[in-house]
């Protein structure tokens, strides 16, 4: 089982930056897909950004310009740099990982706060 544990949230005012980090109890070689999820209350959880071992990225069209997923191989950690950040992206922002071979896993989540 892959362990992944978020980091980073907080509270912060529209306009300002985050990073949020993802540490994987193993290798992320092994890793097929990265991604970030975030769930407002009363909404579904959907797809901010995910990033394939290739390197290749997806993004919603929400954060496309502002929203930045990156992979560090050697620390086993995803991050998901967040700019320019609105009280819209107020959500729990949770981590993913899917190995073809094993299935998804999901952190515990981390709590995103953006001020108006």
């Known amino acids: 089982q892959v362990q992944l544990v978020e980091s980073g949230g907080g509270l912060v005012q529209a306009g300002g930056s985050l990073r949020l980090s993802c540490a994987a109890s193993?290798?992320?070689?092994?890793?097929?897909?990265l991604g970030w999820y975030r769930q407002a209350p009363g909404k579904q959880r959907e797809l901010v950004a995910q990033?394939?071992?290739?390197?290749?990225?997806v993004y919603a069209d929400s954060v496309k310009g502002r929203f930045t997923i990156s992979r560090d191989n050697a620390k086993n950690t995803v991050y998901l740099q967040m700019n320019s950040l609105k009280p819209e992206d107020t959500a729990v922002h949770y981590c993913?990982?899917?190995?073809?071979?094993?299935?998804?896993?999901w952190g515990q989540g981390t709590q995103v706060t953006v001020s108006s």
């Open positions: 993913y990982a899917y190995l073809r071979d094993r299935g998804g896993y």
């Open positions: 990033i394939a071992s290739g390197g290749s990225t």
């Open positions: 193993e290798s992320i070689f092994s890793i097929n897909v």
